[in-house]
C-alpha cells in the first residue's frame, strides 16, 4: 500500500529516465559485452569503452550521486571532476582486491568498476528525484546540439565564417581518428621474453636446493613472450658439474647430462607457467642450468658451455645433491 505522497514519485521514476545516466548504465554494459564477447573483444571498441570506464565513467556516475541538483556543479566543473574522481577512485578499488582473495585481475577489476558505477548511478538517479523537476541536473542535448548548428550553418554568415566552421569539424574529426588509430595500432615496443623458475608453491623462494641423489624434485617454469609473434620455445635442463676459479675468474664445466626438454607455443602478451618434476643422479652435480630456445635450437653434436651460449635465455639453479 502507498500513500499519496510515494505516488508521484513512483510516476516520476516510471516516466523520467535522465539520459545521462542511461548513456553511463549503457557504456558500462556496452563494456562488458566488448571484454567478453568473442568478435568485439578484439575490436578497437573495447580500447574504446575501457578507456572511458577507467578514466571517466565511474567518476561521472559518483559526481552524480554527490551533485544531482543542476546548480551544484556546471557541466565543465562535472566533466573535470569526473575524470579525476575517476583517477582517485580505481586505484582505491584495486588497491582493495589486492586484499582479497580474488587479486588485481581482469575480471575482479572489471566486476567492481561495474558494481560501483551502477550502484552510483542508482543512488543519482533516487536523489534526483527527490528534487523538484525544475531543480534536477539534466544534460541539456538538444539545446547544446541546436546551438551547434546554427553556429556551423548559419544562413547569415559569411563565406569565411562557414569555411572556417568547415575546418573546425574537420580537425575535430581528423583528431578524434588520429587518437584511434594511435589506440588501435600502438608503436611497437622493446621485444623480449620472460624466462623464470618459481618454487613448488609458486613465488620465488623455497627452490629445492638440498636433497638426496634421484629424489624427485618440482620447480615451475615460466615464459613470457612480448616479442610481437607467437614463438614455439625449447626448454632444456642440464645438470652440470662446474667450478669457480675465483684467481682466474673463470668457470669450468667438468660434466653434464641433460635432464628434461619440452616445447611450448606462447603467444604474444602470453605467459605460461609449466610444473616440471626432476630428479639429479649422481652428488656429483652441483649446478642445474636451465637453458630456453626460439625457433632456433642448435643440434645435438653442440654440448656443454657451447650450448648454454647458444640458447636465447638462460637460467641457473645452484644445488646440494647428498647420496641416496
Partial sequence: MTTDDQQPLIL???????????????????????VYVPVLNE?????????????????????AALF??????DGIERVALSFGLSIAVVPLIGLALNYTPWGIRLDPILASLTLFTLAMTLVAWYRRLLLPAGDRFTVPAREMLGAAWTEFYDPGASRLDRGLSALLVVSIVAAISTTAYV?????????FTEFYILGPGGKAADYPIDFAAGSTQSLIVGVGNHEYREIPYTVEALALNQTFDSTTNTSTIHAAEPLDGFMVTV?????EEMAWNFSVPSPDY???????????????????????????????????????
Fill in 12 to 34: 516520476e521514476a516510471a516516466g523520467d529516465v535522465p539520459g545521462d545516466l542511461v548513456a553511463v548504465a549503457a557504456v558500462t554494459a556496452a563494456t562488458l559485452l566488448c
Fill in 183 to 191: 589506440i588501435a595500432v600502438p608503436k611497437e615496443g622493446e621485444r
Fill in 286 to 324: 652441483n649446478r642445474i642450468e636451465f637453458l630456453l630456445f626460439n625457433e632456433t635450437v642448435p643440434g645435438p653434436d653442440v654440448q656443454g658451455q657451447e650450448r648454454i651460449n647458444a640458447s636465447y635465455r638462460d637460467l641457473h639453479l645452484w644445488v646440494r645433491v647428498r647420496p641416496a
Fill in 68 to 73: 544531482p541538483a543542476k546548480g551544484d556543479l
Fill in 267 to 271: 603467444p604474444h602478451n602470453g605467459t
Fill in 43 to 63: 575490436s578497437i571498441l573495447r580500447i574504446l569503452l575501457g578507456v572511458a570506464m577507467v578514466l571517466f565513467v565511474p567518476g561521472y556516475a559518483l559526481i
